[in-house]
């Protein structure tokens, strides 16, 4: 016997809800009120999932910051982090000045 940390799999007799493969095993209990789908079916589901990387769509990135030494241009509060490096030829502002700014 060398299961080991092998999954329990349900002998079930069902069709995938998405290509109509014959299912014979499942590793968990259908529960007769949810799409059941092949292992291939839901390999692709996981791998097509938005928000969990993989490369599919655009996983919302957290914006790179700058570090920075400066003081806003309008309030003279330390500024430390930007979203975008600053050019230096231009006034930065802070991030309340800049929402006030933009309306
Ligand atoms: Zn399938
Ligand atoms: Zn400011």
Redesign the pocket.
């Known amino acids: 016997m060398a299961f080991g940390a092998t999954r329990q799999m349900y002998d079930v007799d069902l069709t995938?809800?998405?290509?109509?493969?014959h299912?014979s095993q499942l590793p968990f209990q259908p529960s007769g009120d949810r799409p059941v789908?092949?292992?291939?079916?839901?390999r692709?589901f996981r791998q097509t999932r938005p928000g969990m990387g993989g490369g599919a769509g655009a996983p919302r990135a957290p914006r790179q910051m700058f570090d920075v030494n400066m003081t806003c241009a309008s309030c003279g509060t330390a500024i430390t982090q930007l979203p975008f490096d600053p050019k230096g030829d231009k006034p930065v502002y802070c991030r309340d000045c800049m929402k006030s700014r933009r309306g």
């Open positions: 995938c809800s998405k290509c109509g493969n299912i789908y092949c292992s291939d079916c839901n692709a």
